[in-house]
Nanobody, 122 residues
Framework: QVQLVESGGGLVQAGGSLRLSCAAS????????VGWFRQAPGKEREFVAA????????YYADSVKGRFTISRDNAKNTVYLPMNSLKPEDTAVYYC???????????????WGQGTQVTVSS
């Protein structure tokens, strides 16, 4: 089993930055694709970004391209999501997830964290 713990959320003004972290315990991220998803109030959970095990392949939702950058430090079992130029529409609970299928599709993720709240004020 892999336990995922997100951190780094908070309240920030529009245009500001935050860096989310996702730390794994119980088992390493070895061989796993790790992704970030978010869910705003009244909306469905949506894909934000993902990174393959080696780190060379990254994927982003169009809404965050150029503003968010996903990276990973496999030695520390941690994945990061620096978020810049934040907008009020980025407000959501952000979830870290992992899967050993090499997939970016939400349904393929079999490990999920509890989420961290990001609130962007206008």
């Amino acid at each position: 089993q892999v336990q995922l713990v997100e951190s780094g959320g908070g309240l920030v003004q529009a245009g500001g930055s935050l860096r989310l972290s996702c730390a794994a315990s119980g088992r390493t991220f070895s061989g796993m694709t790790v992704g970030w998803f978010r869910q705003a109030p009244g909306k469905e959970r949506e894909f934000v970004a993902a990174i393959a095990w080696g780190g060379a392949n990254t994927y982003y939702a169009d809404s965050v391209k150029g503003r968010f950058t996903i990276s990973r430090d496999n030695a520390k079992n941690t994945v990061y999501l620096p978020m810049n130029s934040l907008k009020p529409e980025d407000t959501a609970v952000y979830y870290c997830a992992a899967n050993n299928r090499g997939s970016v599709y939400m349904s393929d993720y079999n490990y999920w964290g509890q989420g961290t709240q990001v609130t962007v004020s206008s």
